[in-house]
């Protein structure tokens, strides 16, 4: 469902991803972690088409993201680290906004937004602005609002941030069920725990470049600590590619 090949992002000499290749498959929650600044969100906005790759090619769901843009986003249910928002329209008007935007239909839109709003615990303020919205409940907009169109792919940058423990939970829950459903993940994440618990297979990016890639026990074998958690495995292939590299 998700084919990178060969990605490169320059600016200027610097290449904040450097030839990254990824192939992600229907149905699967792939984890992508990394240290600050090593390529993870250029990554993912190029993925969603909002850069463009210096050099290579972006697939999903079998259509290039830079021969037929609109088409392949047609496809995406895109939830950014920060969300950006019209704060004057209501919950409710940026959903109908929202869909209007992916081509849903008006009939049943009522009844499946008022299904979103409810699964993210927003039911009571759909008719408040969004500025009197709480960061994570802004998050959770968001992420109705990337689901009304029933994409194939979800592109998502730091699921957790602004959401207290409940709505965690509940976030891990709904990707897992999405992808028994077919629905493919690509998962952005600082939080070590919630990669460990959710994902299917793991990338490591490192410098902008992809140094691990597969399950937890994988990337345990290929750090050489095979009882270590998530964390301990990140850091030690982290330190292994510094230290190479210096």
């Known amino acids: 469902m998700i084919q990178i090949k060969n990605i490169t992002k320059k600016y200027a000499d610097f290449a904040a991803v450097d030839r990254l290749n990824l192939s992600v498959q229907k149905g699967e929650v792939f984890g992508f972690i990394g240290p600050n600044g090593a ?68 009939n049943g839109f009522h009844k499946k937004a008022t299904a979103q709003l409810e699964m993210f ?13 709480s960061h994570g409940m802004k998050q959770r907009l968001i992420m109705s609002a990337a689901l009304l ?37 690509f998962m952005s994440t600082h939080t070590l725990k919630v990669a460990e618990d959710t994902c299917d297979r793991i ?15 994988d990337l345990q074998r290929e750090a050489n600590v095979t009882d270590a958690d998530l964390e301990q495995v990140f850091l030690s292939l982290t330190n292994n590619v510094s230290i190479q590299g210096s």
């Open 203 to 217: 990338g490591v990016i490192h410098k902008g470049r992809l140094i691990a890639s597969g399950t937890t026990k």
């Open 121 to 133: 615990s927003l039911a009571d303020w759909s008719d408040d602005l969004i500025e009197s919205y």
């Open 149 to 185: 169109h029933d994409p194939e792919v979800i592109i998502v940058d730091e699921p957790m941030v602004g959401l207290d423990p409940a709505a965690i939970i509940m976030v891990k829950k709904l990707l897992r069920r999405l992808a028994q459903k077919g629905v493919t993940i």
């Open 39 to 106: 390529g993870k969100t250029t990554t993912i906005k190029m993925m969603g088409g909002i850069l463009q790759p210096t050099t290579g090619s972006i697939t999903i769901a079998g259509i290039n993201m830079q021969a037929e843009p609109e088409k392949a986003k047609s496809k995406i249910g895109f939830i950014p680290d920060r969300p950006y928002l019209y704060e004057k329209l209501t919950g409710m008007e940026f959903l109908r906004f929202t869909a209007e935007l992916y081509g849903v239909s008006d």
